[in-house]
T-cell receptor, first 115, second 112 residues
Framework: AQSVTQLGSHVSVSEGALVLLRCNYSSSVPPYLFWYVQYPNQGLQLLLKYTTGATLVKGINGFEAEFKKSETSFHLTKPSAHMSDAAEYFCAVSGSGGGADGLTFGKGTHLIIQP | GAGVSQSPSNKVTEKGKDVELRCDPISGHTALYWYRQSLGQGLEFLIYFQGNSAPDKSGLPSDRFSAERTGGSVSTLTIQRTQQEDSAVYLC??????????FGNGTRLTVT
């Protein structure tokens, strides 16, 4: 069994400020972890993924996330927020490469960018 | 290349009517998923097809929901006797085996 908890349904930051979106997971097997972004009226787009190897992974649009096994966390960060980053962000966990039915999503965090 | 295509993009229907939602996956993707996205509820898994294997229907919320995938490609999600609680965005995704999912833009269903 696996689950994902995203802390904060809404996060607001100023343009140029650090973005931090929190994700904690539980998994009975070594996890594969993902962040997806959803812009208004669109589907989900893969931002980045962790499977094995380096625990700090870099994704598109300047985002990165660090897998911390001891904290069961996979928080998403970006050093400097841009207005175009405003969207819904979903963390997901899988027991495999993400293509099987074991993919579980968090409830999402709505990122608001203040000018 | 072409992504996952879903149609219609919006559907308004009266309570009690049947609806069909269509998904055209990325060519060559063997796995196809349906999810339901309700406001504030994240993504709810509905059904999963992988190649020629029997689909995993464990997420379907009731027997009013069914889905089929013809020829290992196009999929149709059918909701019979729609209810107001069925109103949501229905997302389709496809992938290669053990690879990240590629999502369509969804169908927004409104039951009046």
């Amino acid at each position: 069994a696996q689950s994902v908890t995203q802390l904060g349904s809404h996060v607001s930051v100023s343009e140029g400020a650090l973005v931090l979106l929190r994700c904690n997971y539980s998994s009975s097997v070594p996890p594969y972890l993902f962040w997806y972004v959803q812009y208004p009226n669109q589907g989900l787009q893969l931002l980045l993924k962790y499977t094995t190897g380096a625990t700090l992974v870099k994704g598109i649009n300047g985002f990165e996330a660090e897998f911390k096994k001891s904290e069961t966390s996979f928080h998403l960060t970006k050093p400097s927020a841009h207005m175009s980053d405003a969207a819904e962000y979903f963390c997901a966990v899988s027991g495999s490469g993400g293509g099987a039915d074991g993919l579980t999503f968090g409830k999402g965090t709505h990122l608001i960018i203040q000018p | 290349g072409a992504g996952v295509s879903q149609s219609p993009s919006n559907k308004v229907t009266e309570k009690g009517k049947d609806v069909e939602l269509r998904c055209d996956p990325i060519s060559g993707h063997t796995a196809l998923y349906w999810y339901r996205q309700s406001l504030g509820q994240g993504l709810e898994f509905l059904i999963y097809f992988q190649g020629n294997s029997a689909p995993d229907k464990s997420g379907l919320p009731s027997d009013r929901f069914s889905a089929e995938r013809t020829g290992g490609s196009v999929s149709t999600l059918t909701i019979q006797r729609t209810q107001q609680e069925d109103s949501a965005v229905y997302l389709c995704a496809s992938s290669l085996l053990n690879s990240p999912l590629h999502f369509g833009n969804g169908t927004r269903l409104t039951v009046t």
